[in-house]
């Protein structure tokens, strides 16, 4: 067997090896492409130290969507605000999700209902993430803003490390 045989012998190999790999992750990855995404933002008056991008968005515990940016208002909206802004993927089409109906529909009502934002900790040492819980509506205002939202307004209360 010549060497230009065993050549296109390993190149075809490993063509198929790579088609293959490229494959599985289009075929695994797909249900996160594929799933719905329901963004929504929120101002944070507070640091948001340790929150990254892709950390996990909890109701009661269970996760309901992934942190998508993190950013300053007066960045995105050309304003003289220096609130956080952290836009937040909700996953509407999964199960766990906040509820049924049209996400923004649903969105709204929680908010009016009472659907508040805060960031937490896992434990001592753990990493940061974003918990919404069910406050009282009239306790916990929403924060006005002087410029137009790009996503619908998650309104955001003070942490509990930040309250000690």
């Given at each position: 067997m010549s060497a230009q045989v065993r050549y296109a012998r390993l190149g075809a190999f490993v063509l198929a090896a790579l088609a293959i790999a490229a494959g599985a992750v289009v075929v695994f990855g797909a249900?996160?492409?594929l799933r719905g995404k329901f963004r929504v933002e929120a101002y944070f008056d507070e640091?948001?130290?340790g929150l990254d991008g892709g950390a996990p968005v909890k109701f009661r515990?269970?996760?309901?969507?992934r942190v998508d940016s993190i950013g300053f208002a007066r960045t995105r909206y050309a304003v003289d605000d220096a609130r956080v802004r952290v836009v937040v993927a909700l996953s509407?089409?999964?199960?766990t999700?906040?509820?049924?109906?049209a996400p923004p529909d649903v969105f709204?009502?929680?908010?009016?209902?009472?659907?508040?934002?805060?960031?937490a900790s896992q434990g001592l040492t753990g990493g940061v993430y974003l918990e919404?819980?069910?406050l009282d509506a009239a306790a916990n205002p929403t924060p006005p803003v002087s410029w137009?939202?790009?996503?619908?307004v998650l309104p955001s209360v003070k942490s509990a490390g930040n309250r000690l």
């Open positions: 249900g996160n492409l640091s948001v130290q515990g269970v996760q309901v969507g509407p089409d999964d199960p999700s906040l509820g049924k109906g709204h009502a929680y908010v009016k209902n009472g659907l508040r934002v805060k960031l919404l819980d069910m137009e939202p790009e996503f619908p």
